[in-house]
């Protein structure tokens, strides 16, 4: 029998090109909402212990701003997946967006009006001849949706509510430029109490209890991506690897929220606030970390966005088709 002798520089070439394509690892780019900070500690949690290396990963976590939205990233090309809310992707999707949910991690809604209750505000028929703070860039959706739900035109006089484009900070309400401003229930709220109120100086419309409560944070591709199998398999291991990591931040918040500071290249994250950030958005996550969107309260979006679809500033007009998949949770 002939003898096969491998000299030790052949050795040393197979294993070198075992190794190489054993650490080969896919990339995916995610395109965050907004900076960093404890909203996306799950996601930093994943990149930061492993999860995404352990999935053969390599997840590029690229932080929002206010130039380049979620949206404009994914039809630029210059991303792969991107956290946006429901009522921003529907209508998106309306105006020829291919957006597609493949996964929903927040299953809770965190929306907020915080209004002074020195500005005359204490039930929701006080908005009338008031200035409302609004965020805007597709955040506007659910707010033009309430206004509309309470009949209220939003151009201003006695009988209707003055809108201010408000920054994303909470200074209108701080100085009494308006007598409500957006927050959300793990950021801004608290920077209302950092400012000087109290929570009894407040009064809160949480959108969801007001019964226009809409989908946050869920994860979205573009819909014809989805026929790359290859490309599906790698969203599998992104969204397994990503719920394991939101389960740690929500069983280990302390730790999540310095792992978000340490991550933040700004340096402005400090521990304090995003400790108290991770506390809130545990509150909002899938508690079977499965990431499944629930297709009640998707439709619930929905109607909710159909309702106003006769207002001034209407968001979708037609129920939407194919919207979402649940294919890729399935397979976790």
């Not at 389960?247 to 340096?267: L, T």
Request: hydrophobic fraction near 40%; include cysteine; aromatic fraction near 10%.
């Amino acid at each position: 029998m002939k003898k096969t002798i491998l000299t030790a520089g052949v050795v040393a070439l197979a294993l070198a090109a075992f190794a190489g394509s054993a650490a080969a690892q896919d990339t995916l780019r995610l395109k965050l909402k907004w900076v960093p900070q404890a909203q996306f500690a799950g996601y930093y949690v994943a990149a930061s212990k492993g999860y995404y290396a352990d999935e053969n990963l390599n997840v590029e976590i690229d932080g929002g701003s206010t130039d380049v939205s979620p949206v404009q990233a994914l039809v630029g090309g210059t991303t792969d997946v991107v956290i946006n809310w429901a009522a921003d992707a529907l209508a998106s999707r309306e105006k020829g967006v291919n957006l597609i949910n493949i996964a929903q991690p927040f299953k809770n809604s965190a929306l907020l009006l915080t209004c002074r209750k020195d500005m005359g505000i204490a039930t929701s028929a006080d908005f009338k001849g008031k200035t409302l703070g609004v965020w805007f860039g597709g955040n506007e959706y659910p707010f033009y949706a309430y206004m509309a739900k309470l009949g209220y035109p939003t151009q201003g006089g006695a009988d209707g509510v003055e809108v201010l484009k408000q920054g994303f900070n909470v200074d209108p309400l701080l100085q009494k430029q308006a007598a409500c401003v957006s927050t959300m229930t793990y950021n801004e709220y608290g920077q209302v109490l950092d400012g000087g109120l109290k929570p009894e100086d407040l009064v809160v419309f949480n959108y969801r209890d007001e019964g226009v409560g809409m989908l946050e944070d869920g994860l979205y591709v573009l819909e014809d991506k989805l026929a790359d199998p290859a490309f599906k398999d790698v969203l599998v291991r992104f969204v397994r690897a990503s719920m394991k990591g939101w389960k740690d931040a929500v069983e280990n918040p302390a730790e999540a929220a310095q792992i978000v500071v340490d991550s933040d290249p700004s340096g402005a994250a400090t521990i304090e606030h995003q400790t108290y950030m991770m506390g809130e958005v545990a509150k909002l996550i899938d508690p079977e970390f499965k990431g499944a969107l629930n297709v009640d309260d998707f439709n619930q979006t929905v109607k909710t966005l159909l309702s106003a679809s006769g207002s001034e500033t209407p968001t979708i007009s037609k129920e939407p088709v194919g919207a979402y998949t649940s294919e890729i949770t399935d397979a976790l």
